[in-house]
């Protein structure tokens, strides 16, 4: 809980000095209003942690694919001939979405366990930190 101590004078000076205004409204309306503050913010932490919990529209490359699912590059690259993973190609380099990811695992194109994913979606979210850190110096 955060306090502060005011200093000593009476309430109009304190109104006066600090250019603050007094409204008032009926209690029923202040308990409407902060009800509504409540489910606003219940909201925006729901958003926030489901953004944390599964980031199924992040790209990771073939680097982190091959490493955590521990297949070949060369695996990836036969999947990627048969049309078998969708993924984009930029400035050479091979990207693909977390849940194209899933989808593989899922259809047993790919035979791994789901702890290979989650490892996947743990250590690239701690690469992205890394790299948020960095640039943020």
């Known amino acids: 809980?955060?306090?502060?101590?005011?200093?000593?004078?009476d309430l109009?000076?304190?109104?006066?000095?600090?250019?603050?205004?007094v409204i008032t409204i009926e209690s029923q309306a202040y308990k409407e209003l902060v009800a509504k503050i409540n489910t606003?913010?219940?909201?925006?932490?729901?958003?926030?942690?489901?953004?944390?919990?599964?980031p199924v529209d992040s790209w990771?490359?073939?680097y982190e694919?091959?490493?955590f699912l521990k297949i070949s590059y060369r695996t990836l690259q036969r999947l990627r001939t048969a049309r078998q993973i969708n993924y984009s190609k930029i400035r050479g380099?091979?990207?693909?979405?977390?849940?194209?990811?899933?989808?593989l695992?899922?259809?047993?194109?790919?035979?791994?366990?789901?702890?290979?994913?989650?490892d996947l979606i743990k250590n690239h979210k701690l690469h992205v930190e890394q790299r948020r850190n960095i640039t943020n110096k």
Not at 12 to 21: G, H, I, P, Q, R
């Open 1 to 9: 809980m955060f306090a502060f101590r005011l200093p000593k004078m």
């Open 60 to 62: 990771v490359d073939s």
């Open 93 to 103: 380099k091979n990207y693909y979405r977390i849940s194209e990811i899933e989808r």
């Open 40 to 54: 606003i913010a219940k909201f925006v932490i729901a958003q926030q942690n489901k953004e944390d919990e599964a």
């Open 12 to 21: 109009l000076t304190f109104l006066y000095k600090f250019n603050m205004e």
């Open 105 to 118: 695992l899922s259809d047993n194109i790919i035979r791994r366990s789901h702890d290979c994913l989650q």
């Open 65 to 67: 694919v091959c490493t």
